[in-house]
């Protein structure tokens, strides 16, 4: 049985809008009129960037002003796909939430309203003084957390065990203290420091050979250090930073670096890398959850070849985000850039895997493109998905929305209780837990489309539509314990990936936009890992020589580094 069923209210209508004079009237256009008009644009002899331009705002205010005379979209929603969505936490406030549950509870006493204007007690008073004081030290990080940092030890010169004590007045010795103190001190530098090492030259007045002096003992022969190759990966495909910025701090340093030269160092460490890429793919291909979705991306070359495809065929650009994780709980971060979608690219991977496995585990959202493929999956549709299509309509539909972002909180808070529980506990939990809670959905969202109290061609007969439709997905997580319920491992891999378009804009070439992926993957598996990104990627192309016979031992989830090895040898 439903409970706590919602009674549906339409939306409110708007209220009578102020009269406004003749003269500021929004003008009545007929769709008609601008598509004639585009018409006479085509025939012109304008440039063609001016053409497109002219031609693609006239179709985009069509489109706007379609979508909101069928009632397809809010200015709420435009006013996100302009400015970018906020934050979908379901947050009341106070007040407000407060009145609803007084009218919910039918309290009238009041009882709630005094308890709130109560003096605080002195406990609660010297409560709040902690964590005031607390709060003040907020962004001051322990030394335990600087892993990276190099650390010097300082020695007294005059002092030993069993000396006098330096103080005249005191007739005590001195003894070492186990625990040392600790300062930390942070210096600055340019991303990219260059040394000169002038050698003196000694040459033969009979042979005329020249000698050069060696270079300093430690010092590589290489014009561009792996720690330079390194910082400027980095920075460029780790941080998004523009080449041209990177070479303004450079010039601004006095140890200027163009940005061609950069672009060919980033090259060249991807190429020391992909042997570690294709390993990656093949054993992502054997992992036991895949997560995938896609997000557009700009490469020339192929706008180029766009100008020269039929109508019909692929012009489409897209970095897909793979994130899987493996039966060994390791975490794996792919990205490929292209036309190729994340089904595509997901059906590769699954081509490649061994046979006899146990089918695995893809979740994504319901987009058609991220389920291409005939191989054998166990579909799981993203839950948040599903909810952000109720909050993005809680304005309208407030007591329907409000009814079904509870429940689904509920789910996630059952999520929350299970996260250091082995697969076959989170089943048995979220079992236990959250089954009555998504049957209790379904039964409703069914019943109300079968009385036909949500229209549903409307925004919330859709939500519905699309919950229901795709329910066996959503409640993935109900039949298997390593099902998770949202795409967000995706979502956050694919965020780098959304700065790198927004900063450069584009990519010239394919292969430009192929070193990118690669870089771009061996960074976020290694976060993903726990891995130090500077002291791995430094410790690989040191023994590049190498990589390419046995890249499986470099894995950034299985090698730590030359400075984490040398650590745990010192501490053996």
């Not at 672009?263 to 959850?289: D, F, H, T, W």
């Not at 065929?313 to 390791?330: F, H, Y």
């Not at 999520?415 to 089943?427: F, G, I, S, V, Y």
Request: proline share 5%.
């Amino acid at each position: 049985m439903i409970k706590n069923r919602p009674s549906i209210r339409a939306p409110k209508k708007a209220r009578g809008a102020k009269k406004m004079a003749e003269s500021d009237k929004i003008p009545q256009i007929d769709p008609s009129e601008i598509e004639i008009l585009i018409e006479k644009f085509e025939q012109n002899k304008l440039e063609e960037r001016e053409r497109r331009l002219i031609v693609a705002l006239l179709r985009t205010f069509l489109y706007i002003v379609a979508q909101l005379q069928e009632k397809k979209i809010t200015l709420l929603k435009i006013k996100d796909m302009i400015f970018g969505p906020k934050s979908e936490k379901n947050k009341k406030e106070k007040d407000g939430k407060d009145g609803d549950q007084k009218s919910e509870g039918g309290s009238g006493d009041g009882e709630s309203s005094e308890q709130s204007r109560e003096p605080r007690n002195e406990k609660d008073e010297s409560a709040s003084g902690e964590a005031a004081q607390a709060k003040r030290g907020h962004g001051r990080n322990p030394v335990s957390a600087y892993p990276g940092a190099k650390k010097v030890r300082c020695r007294h010169g005059e002092l030993q065990s069993g000396h006098d004590c330096p103080d005249l007045r005191c007739e005590g010795r001195v003894y070492p203290v186990l625990r040392p103190h600790q300062f930390t001190q942070f210096t600055g530098q340019p991303a990219i420091t260059v040394t000169i090492y002038e050698q003196d030259v000694m040459r033969c007045n009979d042979c005329g050979k020249e000698y050069e002096a060696p270079l300093p003992e430690g010092v590589s022969p290489k014009r561009y250090d792996e720690t330079a190759d390194t910082a400027i990966a980095v920075i460029k495909s780790g941080l998004a930073t523009l080449y041209n910025r990177s070479a303004a701090l450079q010039r601004d340093c006095g140890m200027p670096l163009s940005e061609s030269v950069m672009s060919e160092r980033c090259k060249a460490v991807a190429e020391a890398l992909s042997p570690i890429y294709e390993e990656m793919k093949r054993q992502a291909a054997n992992g036991k959850v895949f997560y995938g979705d896609d997000t557009p991306v700009r490469i020339l070359e192929l706008m180029k070849e766009n100008k020269e495809k039929e109508p019909g065929e692929r012009v489409g650009m897209r970095t897909s985000g793979i994130v899987v994780q493996t039966k060994e709980g390791a975490w794996i971060a792919l990205y490929m850039s292209g036309r190729k979608h994340a089904g595509e690219n997901l059906e590769e991977l699954y081509e490649m895997r061994a046979p006899g496995l146990e089918p695995p585990i893809q979740m994504s959202d319901a987009l058609a493109s991220n389920w291409s493929g005939e191989k054998e999956r166990i579909q799981a549709v993203c839950l948040a998905h599903a909810r952000r299509k109720f909050w993005e309509i809680r304005s309208f539909y407030r007591v329907e929305c409000e009814y079904v972002l509870e429940r689904i909180g509920k789910i996630y808070q059952s999520e929350e209780a299970t996260k250091e529980m082995r697969p076959e506990q989170r089943l048995e939990y979220h079992q236990t837990h959250s089954r009555e809670v998504m049957e209790e959905l379904r039964e409703w969202m069914e019943g109300e489309m079968a009385e036909k109290k949500v229209e549903p061609n409307s925004s919330l007969g859709k939500a519905v539509k699309y919950f229901l439709k795709n329910y066996s997905g959503l409640s993935a997580f109900l039949r298997h314990g390593a099902a998770p319920l949202d795409n967000n491992q995706a979502e956050r891999a694919l965020k780098p990936a959304v700065m790198i378009r927004k900063n450069s804009y584009f990519y010239k070439t394919e292969r430009g936009a192929d070193v990118g992926a690669t870089l771009l993957s061996m960074i976020t598996s290694c976060r993903l890992n726990g891995t130090n990104v500077w002291n791995w990627m430094v410790s690989v192309l040191k023994r590049s020589s190498e990589v390419s016979g046995n890249p499986a031992a470099f894995l950034p989830w299985v090698y730590k580094g030359e400075a984490v090895e040398e650590e745990v040898a010192r501490a053996a």
